[in-house]
């Protein structure tokens, strides 16, 4: 169903990591480490800055992939992978993009499913690299069955 996006990919976007947003983030996922919260752990470590959480690219804006349309329901969060070249700084500008890795369906045991990997990237302003993540979806057949209608 998805085969054809296989590739394709969004145009980056630039995002700024927020000092309060990373405050936000760290409460809601119960780790408000000193590094991620407050300014003068930030300043007296090795970066000089806050640190935003392992996880907090989960939160960027990766653009939209022409074409690509998931179903508003029956997705299932499979997995998330991250790659860090370095680690993300409060007020880092990251420019952002997705892409469709992979997409295979196959026969479960509740019936059919869709397997859609998507890896997301994030960039400096120069394009260098400073994380990567993968994602795998899951659609259900009835999500499946739904777009088909």
Known sequence: MYEAAIGKRSERVRNVIDRNKVKQF????????????????????RYGSNLAPPTYPRVFNYGQIEGLTL???????????????RPLLVGDEVYCY???ADYKEREGKNGRMGIMRIENNGEDAEGKPIFSST??????EAAIKGMNQ
């Open 26 to 45: 760290a409460r809601a996922i119960g780790d408000e480490n000193p590094i991620y919260v407050d300014e003068a752990t930030g300043a007296s470590s």
């Open 71 to 85: 179903p508003p329901k029956g997705l299932i969060h499979g997995e998330q992978i991250y790659h860090y070249e």
């Open 98 to 100: 997705a892409r469709v």
């Open 135 to 140: 994602v795998v979806i899951i659609i259900n």
